[in-house]
């Protein structure tokens, strides 16, 4: 069972950034390293959207409206995944998930979510 945390969200001005991490548990290094990372975002009235991800094998892929501000990275000693966010603006204010998907079977963990708040 991987269990995920997340850290890093707060208030922010526009224009700022912040770094989010996500930690997962419940899984050794060699299984986290196989594991599909991402991230997604929900504002208030809106639906999940994907941020972008991180395969296995290191490749991102990222929404169009991150339009380069924002890096995905992982570190598979530590079992973590960040979100480096540039550039902010407040239409980027949302709550922030991690997600992970195995391998093979696909099964889905979700992290609780951290509040990233972007002033105007």
């Known amino acids: 069972q991987v269990q995920l945390v997340e850290s890093g969200g707060g208030l922010v001005q526009h224009g700022g950034s912040l770094r989010l991490s996500c930690a997962a548990s419940g899984v050794s290094g060699s299984i986290f390293s196989r594991l599909n990372m991402a991230w997604y975002r929900q504002a208030p009235g809106k639906q999940r959207e994907l941020v972008g991800s991180?395969?296995?094998?290191?490749?991102?892929n990222y929404a169009a409206f991150v339009q380069g501000r924002f890096t995905i990275s992982r570190d598979n000693g530590r079992n973590t995944v960040y979100l480096q966010m540039n550039s902010l603006k407040p239409e980027d204010t949302a709550v922030y998930y991690c997600?992970?998907?195995?391998?093979?079977?696909?099964?889905?963990?979700w992290g609780q979510g951290t509040q990233v708040t972007v002033s105007s």
């Open positions: 997600h992970a998907r195995t391998p093979v079977f696909n099964y889905d963990y």
């Open positions: 991180v395969t296995s094998e290191g490749r991102t």
